[in-house]
């Protein structure tokens, strides 16, 4: 068998530890090999290495249980990468964070397995495997453990088998409900005589009669207590139901024990104690789905928003299609009322969008032809053609489900705390029973108050409260989040949140509109003055530059050339000028960016830059008086400053001023950031003045301007630096380009826009699917709630089992409340999570 194969099979282990193949990336040589091998054999736990450069693989033999993440890392030093993927498996019968930590540990013990992360409240498990492992061996290693595991389907297509998903998922909980009501009619009777002992009436049933109701509930209703609470007991590991198993199977024996020794005595017979408890644990658990269901609605409300058909235009006319049938490029119709079913541009129409499932805002947005839509927009008022732009995964909204979906799955930190809790927590429970019992029959209580002392103990012991606390906050607060536009990658980034101090954004595009016009063009000619552009009174639009003067139309002719084919805001600003006053613009040659400084060309054999100010002074070029006087004023009113110089000649052909407003919204994102108490620092490459002007316009509390691109980074990494109280600062970046990118990286929580570029988004942690600062604030205030609710939860699940725990070991609580108190503790947890459902940002 070769090592590819074995490793696909699970790897036994060989004499000496187990095998492991490794796909190695990046080899193209021998001394490639050589080095690789080197790495690997100077890891701790390698016994043997061999590298094939053919087959790209390197066959190691380690320890048992020597873990993975040490050779990645020795790979990647050398200066290789290891291939990796993530599986993704849905986990059937996990009841508490015991349940979790055991598929973790069986998955974990997979041979290529490098990271494992399960989640009790999405029942889902998260894998980082080598690329060679199949899902089949992560699957049998979950079976081991007793669960069941299947392949995750992807989001696209649980959206297209939405209704019978939901169906299936609505039988499961009705089965569940008609099992839970079953018991409670067999438990009734057996409690009612209970309570009307209290008011004198004898209503007991016979004791056959107790144990025929009591037997039903416990071997049918309570098979499962019992299969689960085995398969723990086989994998020397403990669960919820092992507790429970435990405990009503030793009241359930006392009672026929007693029944046994005596059949007509009703006294000592405790039947109506372990059918209660079964059942209370089952409407527990019952009610605990429904809630964590509810943690679940944002992504099937995102998932609901695409159609199942649509209309697509052909030759022939119009053709009802499934969505699945739709490919890039096909023209689809959609009529007022219908949800838009692919990203795309519309072709014909014009019609209100409502985008507030996808973007959460509350309005709709005009949208007519040359516009864009997104996948579940609801047409209002206007019959639209589109042509399909993005289909399927591939589509904003299947990213936005895979990104709340990613960080509802993924552990929070705070996390680890509980799994190690929970790894030792049915162990203690179960020692602390046993010592119940015995204690309580050493002071002479008898056998019957003993046992009855020490099933309390196991019964309300609640290792699922601890389990839920965190998962099920963090789930309830992203699908809050993504309702309101924010959409959180992980959950490392939601709880880090909650501590920013700082917040430095970028000015272009976060707090300005990102569309810079042209407001003010001069030449050195002071006849011919100051050419000026002012906004109309639509923003959108701009006034007609006054270019009557030869040496301006010439100067903007060749500024034109030099950005023709640049994205840049600043290049668009230039040649839309030159188009609006009918410039024809020439070829230009050799084009160069200036990083962070401007861009150079070759026009008509005159190499031409058009540069920052930095960049003047840098090249020892000084203007005319009146031009720098001209950039002290623009710069003093916020405008940014750029110069068209002839390099050959060392001279400056004209003064560019351009004005980029700012958003409307941008002064109150301020003053609520200001009112959480979070320090904002505007950081931009324009020139100070510039930048300044717009701080002080916004009540920003600090400026870092004349940033390069570059050192955008570094500028984060000293923000990050200790305050005066000596702890390192928490800063979040906001920004929006693709020069934001390295400092969005760098940040403790990066912040990017929807608005602006795919690599921005890919770096940050937050993305706000609105272009809407006031949504940074809200980030930061869901993240504060969330944490605030996982405290709360982890506190009252501690609290609830250090305090139930010994009032059940003093004998202190009847089996019955014990059992009840546990059946709704995790309830309690979840409803106290959903609460965050009611934030509306």
């Known amino acids: 068998m070769n090592a590819t194969a074995s490793v696909t099979r699970g790897a036994p282990a060989t004499p000496t530890g187990r095998a492991l193949d490794l796909p190695i990336e990046g080899m193209s040589c021998a001394s490639c090999v050589g080095r690789v091998e080197k790495a690997l054999a100077r890891t701790a736990g390698v016994h043997q290495v061999d590298v094939n450069l053919a087959t790209g693989r390197a066959h190691v033999q380690t320890e048992a249980g020597a873990p993975l993440q040490p050779l990645l890392e020795a790979v990647r030093k050398a200066g290789y990468a290891v291939a990796t993927r993530h599986a993704h498996l849905d986990i059937e019968g996990m009841s508490c964070a015991s349940c979790v930590g055991r598929v973790e540990k069986a998955l974990r013990a997979v041979p290529g397995v490098n990271q494992a992360a399960v989640n009790l409240a999405t029942e889902s498990a998260d894998v980082e495997v080598l690329e060679t492992v199949e899902e089949s061996a992560l699957i049998a290693a979950v079976a081991r453990a007793g669960y069941r595991a299947t392949p995750r389907v992807s989001a696209d297509a649980r959206a297209t088998d939405q209704t019978s998903l939901q169906a299936r998922r609505r039988r499961v909980r009705q089965r569940e409900g008609w099992a839970m009501a079953a018991s409670a009619v067999l438990t009734l009777p057996l409690l009612l005589p209970m309570v009307a002992m209290v008011a004198g009436a004898d209503w007991m049933l016979p004791p056959i009669v107790q144990m025929a109701l009591a037997t039903v509930v416990q071997f049918v209703f309570g098979a499962r207590f019992y299969r689960q609470g085995w ?235 601890l389990g839920l606390a965190t998962p099920t906050a963090l789930m309830a607060g992203t699908g809050a989040a993504a309702r309101r536009g924010i959409l959180i990658k992980n959950a490392s980034a939601l709880e880090l949140a909650h501590r920013i101090e700082v917040v430095a954004l970028d000015k272009t595009g976060t707090l300005t509109q990102g569309r810079p016009t042209l407001v003010a063009f001069e030449t050195p000619d002071a006849a011919a003055g100051l050419a000026r552009r002012r906004r109309s009174e639509r923003p959108e639009q701009a006034e007609q530059v006054d ?74 070029i000084t203007p005319a008086p009146a031009q720098a006087d001209s950039a002290t004023a623009a710069g003093h009113t916020g405008r940014s400053v750029s110069w068209l110089v002839d390099e050959g000649t060392r001279t400056v052909l004209a003064l560019l001023a351009f004005g980029d407003p700012v958003k409307p919204s941008a002064a109150d994102a301020i003053a609520a950031l200001r009112r959480i108490g979070v320090q904002t620092v505007l950081v931009s490459g324009d020139q100070r003045a510039a930048v300044q002007q717009v701080a002080t316009t916004l009540g ?110 003093f004998g202190l609580l009847d089996p019955v409340v014990a059992g009840a108190a546990m059946a709704f503790s995790s309830v309690s947890v979840v409803a106290n999570a959903l609460l965050l459902r009611r934030w509306r940002g």
């Open 231 to 465: 398969a723990a007991l086989r994998n020397r590991a403990g669960n919820m139901e092992l507790l429970v198993a435990l405990g009503t199977s030793a009241a359930y024996g006392m009672s026929v024990f007693e029944f046994w020794r005596d059949p007509h005595a009703h006294s000592h017979l405790y039947f109506e104690a372990s059918a209660a408890v079964i059942t209370l644990v089952r409407l527990g658990k019952w009610l605990e789905s429904g809630a964590k269901r509810k943690t679940t609605e944002a992504i099937e409300a995102l998932n609901a928003l695409r159609p199942d058909t649509v209309r697509r235009r052909t030759d022939a006319g119009e053709e009802t299609v499934p969505l699945a049938a739709v490919r890039v490029g096909d023209r689809l119709v959609i009529r007022p009322g219908e949800r838009v079913p692919v990203d795309g541009v519309i072709a014909e129409g014009a019609s209100h969008l409502d985008e507030s499932l996808i973007t959460g805002e509350s309005l709709p947005q005009w949208r007519e032809t040359g516009g864009t839509v997104v996948t579940g927009a609801i047409a209002s008022d206007g019959q639209l053609v589109i042509d399909a732009r993005a289909i399927g995964g591939d589509t904003m909204l299947s990213r936005i489900v895979r990104m709340v979906e990613s960080a509802q799955a993924e552990k929070a930190p705070i996390q680890r705390l509980v799994d190690r809790v929970s790894a030792v927590f049915v162990p203690i429970i179960v020692t602390i029973a046993a010592v119940t019992a015995g204690g309580w029959f050493a002071a002479g209580a008898g056998v019957e108050q003993a046992l009855l002392n020490a099933v309390a103990v196991l019964v309300i012991a609640c290792p699922c409260a």
């Open 700 to 809: 920003i509390d600090a400026v870092e301007a004349e940033v390069l691109p570059a050192d955008k980074a570094a500028t984060v990494r000293r923000l990050q630096q200790p305050s005066a109280a000596g702890r390192r600062r928490v800063v979040a970046m906001v920004g929006d380009g693709i020069n934001d990118a390295p400092a969005l990286a760098a940040a403790d929580v990066g912040i990017a826009m929807a608005t602006g570029t795919d690599i921005a988004m890919e770096a940050a942690d937050v993305t706000l699917m609105r272009g809407e600062p006031t949504l940074v604030a809200g980030a930061i205030e869901i993240s504060r709630l969330t944490y605030r609710k996982i405290r709360q939860n982890l506190f009252w699940a501690f609290f609830y089992n250090v305090v139930g725990v010994p009032l059940a070991a």
């Open 547 to 620: 270019l009557d003067a030869p040496q301006a139309r010439e100067a903007l002719r060749l500024a034109a050339a030099v950005q023709r084919g640049s994205d840049h805001p600043l290049a668009r600003a230039v040649i839309a000028a030159a188009d609006s006053a009918g410039i024809a613009v020439p070829a230009a040659s050799d084009v160069r960016a200036l990083a962070g400084r401007g861009v150079s060309g070759l026009v008509e054999g005159r190499r031409l830059v058009i540069g920052s100010t930095r960049w003047l002074h840098e090249a020892g």
